[in-house]
């Protein structure tokens, strides 16, 4: 299993950018999956979830502003980001979890792959 982010980078507030998780090693259409984000001195927190089913679950602080989808045709998920914060800088990490795809998972500890990150950086 492996999962890979792209697409992180300096942006200044206000600014737009859209993260990609290419996976691979599993079906991917079968898993749900989410994004993470944590920033330095802080704990991982929960950003946007979707399911199998394309259901969608974001956390308070980025709803309105993010968007989360699949192509799992691709075996690929995206985080459409607007509006950027400087409270939104961060490493983002891509999740998979194993088994239950039509749940949404929003804990950390719910999530059995994880990839490496990618790093955005909001300048105000």
């Known amino acids: 299993v492996q999962l890979v982010e792209s697409g992180g980078g300096m942006v200044q507030a206000g600014g737009s950018l859209t993260l990609s998780c290419a996976a691979s090693?599993?079906?991917?259409?079968?898993?749900?999956m989410g994004w993470f984000r944590q920033a330095p001195g802080k704990e991982r927190e929960f950003v946007a979830a979707?399911?199998?089913?394309?259901?969608?679950y974001y956390a308070d602080s980025v709803k309105g502003r993010f968007t989360i989808s699949r192509a799992n045709a691709k075996s690929a998920m995206y985080l459409q980001m607007e509006n950027l914060k400087g409270e939104d800088t961060a490493v983002y990490y891509c999740a998979a979890h194993e088994g239950g795809g039509w749940l949404l998972r929003l804990k950390p500890d719910e999530y059995h792959y994880w990839g490496q990150g990618t790093q955005v950086t909001v300048s105000s």
């Open positions: 979707i399911n199998n089913g394309h259901s969608t």
């Open positions: 090693g599993f079906t991917f259409s079968n898993y749900a």
